[in-house]
């Protein structure tokens, strides 16, 4: 088996017991404005604010000025990734060109080329741990923390053997220069909102 085959199997373990747990999960009366992902096998329910709301936009809206408006990104949309019982819903994830569906109308994990994580004070822990290790385990190229509380971005990128060789610190009101990764761009982070 190669790393790539290793990567699939790890991520269609559990597809059809997180199918299962978010069909239930639709059912629930979970409150308006709530996002819900599995991380770990445990549920988590994240209220969204406009501080979080604030910063998704600012980032999005550069990648789309520079891959145009068919560009696959989006905001809270599952995705499973490798470990037990990842059903992820990023903040902002970008897929490859001419990425689909599997035959279960799921998104690949091995298609995602980026992926940005807003700090919520109730989940900090798994956006800079379990998701994080996740992100590298599935060889994302660019994994992007924005964190309001802390009022800085930590980019990751180089995975390798299930973590990030590199990290870089930048302070909100500095440039991220991301010219050199699959997003080809700077990213300003003048505007972003802090908590």
Not at 16 to 31: A, C, Q, S
Not at 36 to 61: A, K, Y
Not at 87 to 116: I, Y
């Amino acid at each position: 088996m190669t790393v790539v085959d290793d990567r699939i199997a790890m991520a269609d373990v559990d597809t059809e017991r997180l199918d299962e747990w978010f069909e239930r999960l639709e059912r629930m009366p979970v409150p308006e404005g709530f996002r819900v992902e599995i991380v770990g096998g445990n549920v988590h329910m994240t209220p969204q604010r406009d501080t979080h709301w604030g910063i998704i936009r600012r980032i999005v809206r550069p990648v789309e000025d520079r891959f145009g408006m068919d560009v696959t990104v989006f905001s809270d949309v599952r995705i499973d990734f490798p470990g037990h019982e990842n059903g992820f819903c990023p903040d902002v994830a970008k897929l490859r060109d001419g990425a689909e569906k599997d035959d279960t109308g799921h998104w690949r994990h091995q298609d995602v080329e980026f992926v940005a994580e807003v700090i919520s004070e109730g989940t900090a822990t798994n956006d800079y741990g379990p998701k994080k290790a996740a992100y590298a385990l599935a060889e994302v190229p660019l994994y992007l923390i924005a964190d309001p509380y802390q009022g800085r971005c930590f980019v990751y990128t180089n995975p390798k053997n299930g973590d990030y060789v590199t990290r870089t610190k930048v302070d909100f009101g500095d440039d991220v220069d991301l010219t050199d990764t699959v997003l080809g761009l700077t990213l300003r982070t003048d505007a972003f909102p802090r908590d």
